[in-house]
């Protein structure tokens, strides 16, 4: 009995130590090891799920949409995501104060998007769908390959767009680029969310300053001259700040 209490427990500060290590790389930006700190949020280990979930937020909230695509495409592929979790069953919502912020916290349920179980990544997309910055996430799973996710993700970004600010539609763009190449889509659906989108932007295009534009990603700008310029009806839709 000793001695198993006492395996148990050098197995659990291993564990700890090797987590603290991929937590420590990922903060200084080696992303390497983002699917590994991921694994903290399934522990009951409050520190872990605090200092991964700060990491995590590091890395997201400085990549491009370019970056957050491309990681949309290959977080599945190059993780087991720990098979022995039921990650069917983790309610990451029971552990929201656990996170130093609720911004790690969306950064947490953004990056959950990309996950492997799909029930996992249906919570995380309705959880997040009241944060700021949700949309672009909520578009890329448009093309998720489970409907029911689908389906969710169009809900949760029809809401989403009832009340989000211009520049997360900007960003979103770029998000239904992608979709609309995808193979796995609702053709109807991404219409519909397009169509929403188009209208907002037709709205607001004419208060655009140029500034105010180039001040965004470089691909997300070519996503908004694509839908500005791109056989919609042509007008002064930028206006030059003095």
């Known amino acids: 009995m000793f001695w198993e209490k006492y395996e148990k427990e050098r197995l659990k500060r291993a564990y700890r130590a090797r987590m603290s290590q991929a937590i420590s790389g990922l903060e200084a930006m080696d992303i390497s090891g983002l699917s590994q700190v991921y694994f903290a949020v399934a522990t009951e280990d409050r520190e872990l799920i605090r200092s991964g979930g700060r990491a995590i937020g590091m890395v997201m909230e400085h990549m491009t949409m370019k970056q957050v695509i491309r990681l949309s495409e290959h977080f599945r592929q190059y993780t087991s995501m720990e ?45 997040m769908a009241g944060y700021p910055g949700a949309l ?6 448009l093309n998720d390959w489970v409907g029911e996710v689908r389906l969710a993700a169009a809900r949760a970004a029809s809401k989403r767009l009832e009340t989000c600010p211009l520049d997360e539609v900007f960003a979103a763009m770029m998000a239904l680029d992608k979709v609309k190449r995808s193979g796995r889509k609702d053709d109807r659906t991404v219409e ?51």
Do not use: T
């Open 83 to 127: 098979w022995s979790i039921d990650w069917k069953e983790l309610d990451i919502r029971e552990k929201k104060d656990w996170f130093r912020s609720d911004r790690d916290y969306f950064w947490v349920l953004a990056l959950g998007s990309f996950h492997p179980n799909g029930y996992y990544r249906q919570a995380c997309l309705e959880e």
């Open 136 to 141: 672009p996430f909520l578009v890329l799973r």
């Open 192 to 242: 519909h969310i397009g169509e929403i989108m188009g209208e907002w932007l037709d709205q607001e295009a004419g208060s655009l300053s140029v500034p105010f534009v180039l001040a965004m990603d470089y691909e997300v700008r070519k996503s908004i001259y694509r839908f500005l310029f791109g056989g919609r009806r042509r007008r002064n839709l930028l206006e030059v700040s003095p």
